[in-house]
Nanobody, 115 residues
Framework: QVQLVESGGGLVQPGGSLRLSCTASGSQVNVYVMAWYRQAPGKQRELVAQIHSLGSTDYADSVKGRFTISRDSAKNTMYLQMNSLKPEDTAVYYC?????????WGQGTQVTVSS
């Protein structure tokens, strides 16, 4: 059974940084496509960044140059380093993994950017 557990969210001032972690069990972070999504109140869930099995990455235009997605196979963990945070980055951030046609989600972690 695949389980994804996020951590690292919190309250941060504009311009600050946070690092989110997603630890997987029942799957390998370096085998399938993994991604970070976010959902702000009243808005649809959107793709933030994804990392493919061979390591290539994609980012939403709104976070390019500020966010970095990565993974550590030894720890079976995916990360999202978020720098220069803005109030519009406030959302619940979800870890996602696509395995053989099935979609798996974590429970989400709240990120709030406010002074």
């Amino acid at each position: 059974q695949v389980q994804l557990v996020e951590s690292g969210g919190g309250l941060v001032q504009p311009g600050g940084s946070l690092r989110l972690s997603c630890t997987a069990s029942g799957s390998q972070v370096n085998v399938y496509v993994m991604a970070w999504y976010r959902q702000a109140p009243g808005k649809q869930r959107e793709l933030v960044a994804q990392i493919h099995s061979l390591g290539s990455t994609d980012y939403a235009d709104s976070v390019k140059g500020r966010f970095t997605i990565s993974r550590d196979s030894a720890k079976n963990t995916m990360y999202l380093q978020m720098n220069s945070l803005k109030p519009e980055d406030t959302a619940v951030y979800y870890c996602y993994e696509h395995i053989r046609g099935l979609n798996y989600w974590g429970q989400g972690t709240q990120v709030t950017v406010s002074s």
